[in-house]
């Protein structure tokens, strides 16, 4: 069964740093781009960053780029959200997710998410 | 970035019944929609892709069709763990972009 499980989520000051987690089961994590997707409280979903199965390769809205990080460790198939110059509005659920082989760019398994909030 | 433009943002129903739910994108993304239902204390779930293909999975009652910037996704004879929040994503392009959603709800 795949599973995606994130963890370091919590309560962070403006400007502060955080760094999510996700630890993947039950499949061969090496082999899948990866993704972190994001909700805001009462909001719709938002894609925050994809990295390639080597990680030579990453992706990041304009929100967030130069400012977040993602990054993975294959041996321990973990997947990693470096957030750095955290502001409120990146205040959300933070959701990791698989995208498929066979279907670019859409996620086929997410993890349960992480809740951050940014608040002084 | 492409916008996607979702509607209704609300729908209530009873089981048995079908609805369709519609997805318009601000320019073509070929075939590439994918539809995705939340529900509360569950993972988020892949139920199309590809515009009409069905996620291993996915009940037949629901169902793609479109292509372009117009999509609709239709679920026929509702059951009850139908009910929850459904997004539609395209995934033809970076920055992959979400509708705003559509709340199903049991009339």
């Known amino acids: 069964e795949v599973q995606l499980v994130e963890s370091g989520g919590g309560l962070v000051q403006p400007g502060r740093s955080l760094k999510l987690s996700c630890a993947a089961s039950g499949f061969t994590f090496s082999n899948y781009y990866m993704a972190w997707v994001r909700q805001a409280p009462k909001k719709g979903l938002e894609w925050v960053a994809t990295i390639s199965t080597s990680g030579s390769r990453t992706y990041y809205p304009d929100s967030v780029k130069g400012r977040f990080t993602i990054s993975r460790d294959n041996a321990k198939s973990s997947l990693y959200l470096q957030m750095n110059s955290l502001k409120s509005e990146d205040t959300a659920t933070y959701y990791c997710?698989?995208?498929?082989?066979?279907?670019?760019?859409?996620?086929?398994?997410w993890g349960q998410g992480a809740s951050v909030t940014v608040s002084s | 970035d492409v916008q996607m433009t979702q509607s209704p943002s609300n729908l209530a129903a009873s089981p048995g019944e079908s609805v369709s739910i519609n997805c318009k994108a601000s320019?073509?993304?070929?075939?590439?929609l994918a539809w995705y239902q939340q529900k509360p204390g569950k993972a988020n779930k892949l139920l199309i892709y590809?515009?009409?293909t069905l996620q291993s999975g996915t009940p037949s009652r629901f169902s793609g069709s479109g292509s372009g910037t117009d999509f609709t996704l239709t679920i026929r004879n509702l059951e009850p763990e139908d009910f929850g929040l459904y997004y539609c994503?395209?995934?033809?392009?970076?920055?992959?972009?979400f509708g705003s959603g559509t709340k199903l709800e049991i009339k």
């Open positions: 320019k073509s993304i070929s075939k590439y």
């Open positions: 590809s515009g009409s």
């Open positions: 994503q395209q995934h033809n392009e970076y920055p992959p972009t």
């Open positions: 997710a698989r995208h498929p082989i066979a279907a670019r760019l859409s996620m086929d398994a």
